[in-house]
């Protein structure tokens, strides 16, 4: 699936949302974890459930978003309802994302975790491209410092795989940015197992950001991965589109016996699954952001679990 595959489907199921909080408890058995915190890279603990920054920009994650008020108001409220890991990215927009993030957050508080990426370009509405040449990737991350008005970024991941460049000299150049104090930790997008096994040899990852939901597990042994050796697993499009589902399945039975949405349940399960998986889901609804609060507070029952689990075959 390409980016924009992915955004014109959450744009048709309005599948990508925000819940925010905490859940209790610690454990790492799937299904099970319900730990509340994590930290990445070992020194910055971050609430498991973040916030992704793209949605709140213009139509085609491109411009600034129809309401920038808005935009503002649901950026700060995010934050007033405990979530301090925001994932932005230079491309949504582009530029507009981290602008807005700034406007609305900067002087940021203490303990707000702001992570972005570089390494995909936008020629257009809908159109991505990579591009991780060493020196892209450089003025890429002097322009998010500049936008987010920080001397350093806590967390710069790598948007995705350049075909026409080695990740080894991709993940040099972040290194060096690193070396010079204007990343704390770098973290990687869109990478299959391979892909991060060559970053480690050049660079400390500390997290890896793939697609992965209920319905779509391509990434389950990346995620295995990232329990077995403590990374961050920051999924996107974490909800999924709920196709070909029948109208009568473990996901609605759920949502009926808890009084809530699919939308959360969704969340809940990813949260229950490992303790490693932070998921970043965004809206640019204040509507959705405080009913969706409430899916911090959904414990699925283990029977619960199992039967959503099953539902990728």
Not at 33 to 45: H, M, P, Q, W, Y
Not at 169 to 185: F, I, N
Request: glycine share 10%; aromatic share 6%.
């Amino acid at each position: 699936m390409t980016r924009r595959t992915f955004i014109e489907m959450s744009a048709a199921t309005g599948a990508v949302i925000l819940a925010g909080g905490k859940l209790l408890g610690s454990t790492s058995a799937p299904g099970t974890a319900s730990n509340v915190t994590f930290k990445i890279g070992g020194d910055l603990e971050v609430n498991r459930l973040g916030f992704g920054a793209m949605r709140i920009t213009g139509d085609g994650v491109w411009g600034w978003p129809p309401d920038r008020a808005n935009a503002v108001k649901v950026l700060k409220r995010a934050v007033d309802l405990g979530v301090n890991l925001i994932d932005t990215a230079d491309a949504y927009g582009p530029e507009t994302s981290e602008l807005l993030i700034a406007e609305a957050l900067h002087p940021y508080p203490k303990g707000l975790v702001i992570a972005t990426k570089g390494g995909l370009t936008r020629p257009g509405p809908g159109q991505w491209v990579p591009n991780c040449r060493p020196d892209h990737l450089k003025q890429a991350l002097d322009g998010s410092l500049k936008r987010l008005r920080l001397d350093r970024i806590d967390l710069y991941q790598l948007h995705t795989v350049d075909s026409k460049v080695p990740i080894e000299e991709s993940v040099g150049a972040l290194k060096q940015m690193q070396d010079a104090g204007k990343v704390r930790h770098i973290g990687l997008s869109n990478v299959d197992r391979k892909e991060i096994d060559r970053a480690r040899k050049i660079a400390p990852i500390v997290s890896v950001q793939n697609r992965y939901n209920i319905q779509d597990r391509e990434s389950e042994d990346v995620l295995v991965y990232c329990e077995k050796e403590k990374l961050g697993f920051l999924p996107w499009f974490p909800i999924g589109g709920g196709r070909g589902l029948k109208a009568e399945n473990p996901l609605n039975t759920a949502a009926k016996a808890h009084g809530v949405s699919v939308f959360q349940v969704a969340l809940a399960w990813l949260l229950q699954r490992s303790s490693v998986m932070l998921p970043i889901p965004g809206t640019s609804s204040l509507a959705h952001l405080e009913e969706n609060v409430a899916a911090a507070k959904l414990e699925l029952t283990p029977e619960e679990w199992k039967a959503i689990d099953a539902i990728a075959g």
